[in-house]
Every structure is written in structure tokens, then in C-alpha cells.
């Protein structure tokens, strides 16, 4: 099983309706974010947890909201989809206990609003 | 605020040549250093990493990374490019600070000619 699950994979949605992307992680990090990907544009940061009670919004919050349900769940969603909302997007964790630990990565949930 | 520029969008070797990926960091402080690559229809898998120490850094498949500290610079190389290594490639940084965050860069796209 993976270590951190992203659920759905796949979505079609359409424009105005809101939409909930799940992460749950059996790690045990602390840390958790979200992330989306556009070609040529990289991984660009939404939101992101240091933990339960602590939530920070990334470079692009702006139409996003989070929930940190547990340590191990972090949800995104979108309130009202618009289509440039179509996008690849990431869940990730991470460690704050070691030194320089890397995130980990879900397979990703690709998300088309139409 | 930190930044990563990956110069290249798009990288195109010869089945056998060196392959040079480039990474340039903005930052006061010299930050933890990741490289990642992903595979088709895949999530971000961890290459390598520099967090302190040995300033060459070994990493999976072959790659490695030199820290230059004067350049900040963390160019990623092999020395003889395989089919298999056709993928995106996405340098990360994240700053000392505990409360810090990972942040990446545009990506480049591998391609490998036979």
C-alpha cells in the first residue's frame, strides 16, 4: 500500500461545483501539503500544515480551502471549480523531526473542470 | 523569500551522453537541497538530496549533485544517459528554518535519443 494516498485519481467536474480532493498518509509526518502542477509552470505550493492546528496558506491559496482532520488526513477542496482549476494536484508529507527530510509524494489527482 | 530556477525546460541527449541538469537557488542561508523525477503519470520520487557534509551527493540511477555554495548551484548530472532516464526532473529547496517549506522549481523535461 502506498504511503500517502490521494483519492479520486481522476476527476471530471463542472464549472461552479465544489470539489473535495483526500490525502490520508500512513507515515506518521507531521507535515503535510498540497500542491499543483501545470505544465512548464513546476509544482507551485496551495496550502500547507505543520500540524493538526496549524494551517498556512501556499503561493496560491486563492480559491482553495483545507482541512487537517487528523495528522494523517489533509483535504483540499474547491468551493466553486473554475476550468483554470484544471490540474494535476499533490498531496506530500514530511518529517520536522530529522534534518533536511524530503517530502513524499502521492500518485496524484488529476482534476479537469469543464 | 527563497527561489529555485532550473535553467532549461527541456533537455535533449543522446542514449549514452553526459547529462547535465541545472539548479540555481536564491537564498541567504545555503537551504537543504532536493532533486526529483517523475515519471509519466507518476508522483515525484526523491533523487537525491544534500543536507550537510560531502558537498558531492550520490543519488539513485546513477545521478549525483554538487552543493556549490559560491555559485549557488546544485547542477544534477550522470555520466551516460539510459532510455529509462526520459522523465521530469524538479529541483526543491527548503530553508534551515523549522517553520520552513519546500519549495520547486519549473521542472525539465529529459528526453533521451537513441
Known amino acids: 500500500d502506498a504511503d500517502v494516498t490521494q483519492t479520486p485519481r481522476n476527476r471530471i467536474t463542472k464549472t461552479g461545483k465544489r470539489i473535495m480532493l483526500e490525502c490520508s498518509q500512513t507515515?506518521?509526518?507531521?507535515?503535510m501539503y498540497w500542491y499543483r502542477q501545470d505544465p512548464g509552470l513546476g509544482l507551485r505550493l496551495i496550502y500547507y500544515?505543520?500540524?493538526?492546528?496549524?494551517?498556512n496558506k501556499g503561493e496560491i491559496s486563492d480559491g482553495y480551502s483545507v482541512s487537517r482532520q487528523a495528522q494523517a488526513k489533509f483535504s483540499l477542496s474547491l468551493e466553486s471549480a473554475i476550468p483554470n482549476q484544471t490540474a494535476l494536484y499533490f498531496c506530500a508529507t514530511s518529517d520536522s523531526t530529522g534534518r533536511g527530510t524530503e517530502a513524499f509524494f502521492g500518485q496524484g489527482t488529476r482534476l479537469t473542470v469543464v | 523569500a527563497q527561489s529555485v530556477t532550473q535553467l532549461g525546460s527541456h533537455v535533449s541527449v543522446s542514449e549514452g551522453a553526459l547529462v547535465l541538469l541545472r539548479c540555481n537557488y536564491s537564498s541567504s542561508v545555503p537551504p537543504y537541497l532536493f532533486w526529483y523525477v517523475q515519471y509519466p503519470n507518476q508522483g515525484l520520487q526523491l533523487l537525491l538530496k544534500?543536507?550537510?557534509?560531502?558537498?558531492l551527493v550520490k543519488g539513485i540511477n546513477g545521478f549525483e549533485a554538487e552543493f556549490k555554495k559560491s555559485e549557488t548551484s546544485f547542477h544534477l548530472t550522470k555520466p551516460s544517459a539510459h532510455m529509462s532516464d526520459a522523465a521530469e526532473y524538479f529541483c526543491?529547496?527548503?530553508?534551515?528554518?523549522?517553520?520552513?517549506?519546500?519549495?520547486f522549481g519549473s521542472g525539465t523535461r529529459l528526453s533521451i535519443r537513441p
Open positions: 544534500y543536507t550537510t557534509g560531502a558537498t
Open positions: 507515515k506518521g509526518h507531521d507535515r
Open positions: 500544515s505543520f500540524d493538526v492546528k496549524d494551517i
Open positions: 526543491a529547496v527548503r530553508p534551515y528554518s523549522s517553520a520552513s517549506k519546500i519549495i
